[in-house]
């Protein structure tokens, strides 16, 4: 169960793969199927139920494109 889910600004992504190296849970890749607006492999997510809302990705991302939203227990 996803404690998080995480809000990808894709267009402004340029595929550095950082975030994909930091994520606990191994659940970032980067698209190879695709290219966003200035022409880079935009980051994805695997596997979003695994997401336990960390913000590591978010923390290390040089360019602000990841938004983590927390869920709140119910
Ligand atoms: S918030 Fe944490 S677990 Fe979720 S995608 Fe980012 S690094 Fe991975
Ligand atoms: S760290 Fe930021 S710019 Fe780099 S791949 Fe991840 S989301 Fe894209």
């Known amino acids: 169960m996803a404690k998080g889910r995480i809000i ?3 267009d402004k992504c340029k595929g ?3 975030c994909v190296h ?8 980067l698209d190879t199927s695709r290219t966003n607006k200035k ?6 997510v695997t596997d979003p139920d695994k997401c336990i809302a ?9 360019d602000n494109v990841i938004t983590v ?3 709140s227990k119910s």
């Open 54 to 62: 960390c913000a590591f990705c978010a923390m290390i991302c040089p």
């Open 39 to 44: 022409g880079y492999t935009p980051l994805m």
């Open 69 to 71: 939203e927390r869920f």
């Open 8 to 10: 990808i600004n894709e």
């Open 22 to 29: 930091h994520c606990p849970v191994d659940i970032l890749a």
């Open 16 to 18: 550095c793969d950082l």
